[in-house]
């Protein structure tokens, strides 16, 4: 996915950018009234790959989607609101470095101190 975000950050046109923010913005929302944004988080990484304008991109992340969706924890919803808005920033910069950054940062949360943890408790 950090390839993918690179791509994005260069490709990207003003309404995917426009339309990641209302993903980050109902995530947000949905995380202060229920906890339960997986499936606009699914969202935002799908049209994360979208904005790469890459067909086999946008389909792994759609593939990657639906093995995950069961796996995303309520527990670090919050963490994943605040990245995706660090990934935007880069984004809106048009940083390809910064939004690979950005998306290293947060898998290596989310994959390394979320999931791990939880799989071994």
Same mark, same amino acid.
């Given at each position: 996915?950090?390839?993918?975000?690179?791509?994005?950050?260069?490709?990207?046109?003003?309404?995917?950018?426009?339309?990641?923010?209302?993903?980050?913005?109902?995530?947000?929302?949905?995380?202060?009234?229920?906890?339960?944004?997986?499936?606009?988080?699914?969202?935002?990484?799908?049209?994360?790959?979208?904005? +790469?304008?890459?067909?086999? %991109?946008?389909?792994?992340? #759609? *593939?990657?989607?639906?093995?995950?969706?069961?796996? /995303?924890? $309520?527990?670090?919803?919050?963490? +994943?609101?605040?990245?995706? %808005?660090?990934?935007?920033? #880069? *984004?809106?910069?048009?940083?390809?470095?910064?939004? /690979?950054? $950005?998306?290293?940062?947060?898998?290596?949360?989310?994959?390394?101190?979320?999931?791990?943890?939880?799989?071994?408790?």
């Amino acid at each position: 996915e950090p390839a993918v975000a690179e791509l994005a950050a260069l490709r990207r046109t003003p309404e995917q950018l426009d339309r990641l923010k209302i993903i980050a913005c109902d995530q947000q929302r949905r995380i202060l009234i229920d906890g339960d944004d997986g499936e606009l988080d699914a969202q935002f990484h799908l049209c994360l790959a979208e904005c +790469s304008g890459n067909r086999l %991109l946008i389909n792994t992340v #759609a *593939l990657l989607n639906e093995q995950y969706a069961s796996g /995303r924890d $309520a527990s670090w919803h919050q963490f +994943s609101v605040a990245s995706h %808005l660090r990934i935007i920033d #880069a *984004l809106e910069r048009q940083s390809a470095e910064g939004c /690979r950054k $950005a998306v290293e940062e947060h898998l290596d949360t989310i994959v390394h101190k979320h999931l791990f943890v939880t799989a071994r408790d």
